[in-house]
């Protein structure tokens, strides 16, 4: 999440390699992470090893309406992306997320 916020922000292609090694629950997490951003409008792009994310400083996301999956780590993340959204980033599935931090609000 921060890698990905931090990127989009940056001039350029950010590349991120290693990510074949990546199994499990944790797998599925980077999947939920990327087609989330993607949904915002975020340019993303992924192979079996690598994701590169094209940014810019003056980068948006458009809002919208989107799953963070009961990931509490994706919620904070997409959270933080409504900062530099155009439009509102609604966050649907919150429920484990609240009872995992109940202080957090979206």
């Not at 001039?11 to 990327?34: C, D, K, M, P, Y």
């Not at 994310?53 to 409504?82: E, H, Q, W, Y």
């Not at 649907?92 to 995992?100: N, P, Q, R, V, Y």
């Amino acid at each position: 999440g921060p890698l990905m916020m931090l990127a989009l922000r940056s001039e350029g292609v950010s590349t991120l390699t290693g990510l074949a090694h990546i199994r499990g629950r944790s797998a599925g997490r980077l999947r939920n992470f990327v087609k989330a951003f993607r949904s915002l409008g975020a340019d993303i792009e992924t192979d079996e090893d690598t994701m590169r994310i094209r940014g810019s400083f003056s980068n948006t996301l458009k809002g919208g309406k989107v799953s963070c999956g009961g990931d509490p780590l994706l919620a904070m993340a997409l959270s933080a992306a409504n900062l530099i959204a155009d439009g509102e980033v609604e966050i649907t599935d919150l429920a484990k997320t609240e009872i995992a931090w109940p202080l957090f609000k979206s």
